[in-house]
């Protein structure tokens, strides 16, 4: 069964500063999607960014950055000149797909603290 | 647009009550699905459907049904609530999954069961 692993269940980081998130999962597909999500106090979950695993070139979107190692099975996050805004719960998700069925499958979450 | 809408906010059940969580998206979704988000874990899903009048189990479908009579509207009913279904519950839709498209997530219900 695929698996998502997110081994930071919190971390904080000085405002400015850059912070990786780490995620890992195992699979033996060969062509899927992972997602960053991001979820602040307000309960709201908001896509951050999106990596298509046949695509070498990592996806970024502003800040926001991965780390995406195929034969690692890794997919780090980097949120660069970081923002009190970006304090929230980030999740790591993978889609699985079965037949004609597509889901995801979730990490437990990393708490980011930014501190001013 | 509002996108995926969710209510209510809030709910207390009492253990034995049933109770129906609504959910509706004005974006002509293909795709809604139910999860669960409980502390220290991931979102995990309950059901899905990817149309009208087509449904099915995700990874923890006991104790909820849901149907799907229209494109817009997707209901997850508790048959009979329980202290282990209090949870956060989110409803989340996207035009298609083949594609990795992005969800769309309403807001979530936070439900507690007594």
């Known amino acids: 069964a695929q698996t998502v692993t997110q081994s930071q269940p919190e971390m904080s980081v000085q405002e400015a500063e850059t912070v990786t998130l780490s995620c890992t999962y195992d699979?033996?597909?060969?062509?899927?999607?992972l997602f960053w999500y991001k979820q602040p106090p307000s309960r709201q979950m908001i896509l951050v960014i999106r990596?298509?695993?046949?695509k070498q070139q990592n996806a970024t979107e502003n800040r926001f950055s991965v780390n995406f190692q195929k034969a690692a099975k890794s997919f780090s996050l980097k949120i660069s000149d970081s923002q009190l805004g970006d304090t929230a719960m980030y999740f790591c998700?993978?889609?699985?797909?079965?037949?004609?069925?597509?889901?995801?499958?979730w990490g437990a979450g990393t708490k980011l603290i930014i501190k001013p | 647009n509002a996108g995926v809408t969710q209510t209510p906010k809030f709910q207390v059940l009492k253990t034995g009550q049933s109770m129906t969580l609504q959910c509706a998206q004005d974006?002509?979704?293909?795709?809604m699905s139910w999860y669960r988000q409980d502390p220290g874990m991931g979102l995990r899903l309950i059901h899905y459907?990817?149309?009208?009048?087509?449904?099915d189990q995700g990874e923890v479908p006991n104790g909820y049904n849901v149907s799907r009579s229209t494109t817009e509207d997707f209901p997850l009913r508790l048959l009979s609530a329980a202290p282990a279904q209090t949870s956060v519950y989110f409803c989340?839709?996207?035009?298609?999954?083949?594609?990795?498209?992005?969800?769309?997530f309403g807001s979530g219900t936070q439900l507690s069961v007594l």
């Open positions: 989340a839709s996207s035009y298609s999954t083949g594609s990795g498209e992005k969800l769309f």
């Open positions: 974006m002509n979704h293909e795709y």
């Open positions: 459907s990817v149309g009208a009048g087509i449904t």
């Open positions: 699979t033996s597909e060969s062509n899927y999607y």
């Open positions: 990596q298509e695993a046949y």
């Open positions: 998700a993978f889609m699985k797909h079965e037949g004609s069925n597509y889901q995801l499958i």
